[in-house]
């Protein structure tokens, strides 16, 4: 049997035949998925380089740390609060190429970046980044849930541990490759989103031919299983768990190498090469987490997640160097794997709102991230890094929260496919 798209032959269905409808969810387009896992990596790489190349910009621009703080702030609005209009205009209207679109902003901020020569430019590239950034991660959310085959945690992992990677190598190369040639060396960079841009095309193709099932499938699961009060009940718990997560990852990426270096005397190198064996167990956790869920149920690894990392970070801040590394895999190990689980568990929750559920809880995230670190570090001036580990150490509590959430596993069963 031919199993190839007629007008597109490269690009397999979810279902392995040439795109029909009815077996659009009957198998997991991995295909799709590799391709968004790696445009996530390319997306969230290009990402990282702005905060890396803070040193090299307010050396060259002579700015203060409150010019900084203005392009943070820039990027994280774009970046964040975007996310949620992009996933209500694209749930009533699919859009197969908003995501090159998308790429395509972050490649002019990218170019627009290099060759920034004032302060407001900069502002101007930080928007283009993050909008870009806003249009990606809701639309490629939507895709990996439509390749999933009913595979949805799995999927999300998948797609989201490209981001993991691409977060962790973007500082390294702005290390090896923009702070030794300066700001104009930004514009190599471009390659990464024009080949971003290309597989993103292809799989605006493949998404195109979805959309008569998407809508399908949207018209009979956009009656919410549970009562209204009980989805905003649990959306506002599943909202507390965010907070908890990232804001003690961002105690984490932002202050650890700050920390090991006070606490215990390590050079800035091997305090790095500690915060990387730490990002590639978030990386190995977020794998991990969403095909667990779909096999045990998403309640019990939010649940295990959150609440289960407890006994770690209140250890952490007591252990010597050896420990305090192994504590950090077992916690990166653990706590990642909750995203995917939180976010599937939303989508199904409220069926048929993807695109919209999605951007809230990609932005909630990364706007948690941003305030706790600004928070954290504010907090580290006054009462030291050490007290701020641990301070931090408890907000897992917060994972008691969980009890309370609903069982989805019967509207799991019977959307699996959806």
Not at 9 to 27: F, V
Not at 123 to 150: I, Q, T
Not at 214 to 240: C, D, N, Q
Not at 314 to 320: E, S, W
Request: hydrophobic share 55%; charged share 10%; net charge positive.
């Amino acid at each position: 049997m031919d199993t190839r798209l007629s007008t597109s032959p490269a690009i397999p269905t979810a279902a392995g035949l040439p795109g029909d409808p009815a077996t659009a969810t009957a198998r997991t387009a991995f295909p799709i998925l590799l391709m968004l896992s790696t445009c996530h990596l390319l997306n969230d790489m290009i990402q990282s380089l702005l905060p890396a190349i803070y040193p090299l910009l307010k050396t060259s621009f002579a700015l203060d740390f409150g010019q900084i703080g203005l392009i943070t702030l820039t990027f994280q609005v774009t970046a964040s609060l975007l996310q949620p209009l992009v996933g209500i205009v694209t749930d009533r209207r699919p859009m197969p190429y908003s995501l090159v679109i998308g790429m395509g902003c972050t490649l002019i901020g990218l170019l627009l970046l290099s060759q920034a020569t004032t302060f407001p430019m900069l502002l101007l590239a930080a928007a283009l980044v993050g909008s870009g950034s806003s249009v990606f991660h809701p639309e490629s959310s939507r895709v990996a849930r439509m390749a999933s085959g009913g595979q949805h945690g799995l999927a999300q992992s998948l797609f989201q541990v490209g981001g993991n990677v691409g977060s962790a190598i973007g500082p390294l190369l702005a290390a090896f490759i923009v702070m030794p040639r300066g700001q104009g060396s930004i514009a190599w960079f471009a390659i990464a989103a024009l080949a971003a841009m290309v597989l993103l095309s292809r799989i605006g193709s493949w998404y195109r031919q979805q959309v008569p099932a998407h809508r399908a499938a949207r018209a009979t699961s956009t009656k919410a299983a549970l009562p209204r009060r009980t989805v905003l009940v649990a959306m506002t718990i599943l909202g507390a768990l965010i907070f908890s997560k990232y804001f003690y990852l961002a105690s984490l990426s932002s202050y650890y190498t700050f920390y090991l270096m006070h606490r215990f005397s390590l050079s800035a190198e091997s305090a790095q090469l500690h915060l990387f064996v730490f990002l590639g167990s978030v990386a190995a956790g977020t794998l991990i987490g969403g095909p667990v869920g779909d096999r045990i149920g998403r309640r019990y690894v939010i649940w295990f997640s959150i609440l289960g990392v407890l006994p770690f970070t209140l250890l952490l801040p007591h252990a010597n160097l050896f420990w305090t590394t192994a504590l950090t895999v077992v916690i990166g190990l653990v706590l990642a794997s909750a995203f995917a689980a939180i976010l599937v568990y939303a989508q199904e929750l409220v069926p048929g709102r993807t695109g919209v559920i999605a951007g809230l809880f990609f932005g909630f995230a990364f706007g948690m991230g941003g305030i706790g670190a600004a928070v954290l570090g504010q907090l580290a001036d006054r009462i030291g890094i050490e007290a701020v580990y641990g301070l931090c150490a408890w907000l897992p509590a917060i994972g008691l929260l969980a009890w309370f959430l609903p069982s989805m596993e019967p509207a799991r069963r019977i959307g699996a496919t959806r």
